[in-house]
């Protein structure tokens, strides 16, 4: 099965950036789903970014778009987070997670996800 380690976390001023890795080992979907979900204290698991590993093509949470950037290296199988204009409602925890199959209007649904790392904490002040 796939497996995910997620690293880059940190504190951070607000309006700075940050990039988060999410690096993928095992079984690895040519065709697949990885999503970035953040959860922060007393809120449910929401999905932030996804990119379908098909095609590259990207979604976001309208409360990310345009500061936030999904990409992949597929060299280096690893799944980025490009983090910029951080706020603190940006705090939480970070997961990264996959899945087979295309990203549709599943991507934002944890509950649609089998594979997950251990999460990466994220603190803007």
């Known amino acids: 099965h796939v497996q995910l380690v997620e690293s880059g976390g940190g504190s951070v001023q607000a309006g700075g950036s940050l990039r988060l890795s999410c690096a993928t080992s095992?079984?690895?979907?040519?065709?697949?789903?990885m999503v970035w979900f953040r959860q922060a204290p007393g809120k449910e698991r929401e999905g932030v970014a996804a990119i379908y590993t098909g095609s590259d093509y990207t979604y976001y949470a309208v409360s990310v778009k345009g500061r936030f950037t999904i990409s992949r290296d597929n060299a280096k199988n690893t799944v980025y987070l490009q983090m910029n204009s951080l706020s603190p409602e940006d705090t939480a925890m970070y997961y990264c997670?996959?899945?087979?199959?295309?990203?549709?209007?599943?991507?934002?649904?944890?509950?649609?996800?089998?594979?997950w790392g251990q999460g990466t904490q994220v603190t803007v002040s």
């Open positions: 997670a996959a899945a087979p199959g295309l990203c549709g209007g599943r991507w934002s649904r944890a509950s649609e996800f089998f594979s």
């Open positions: 095992g079984y690895t979907y040519s065709r697949g789903c």
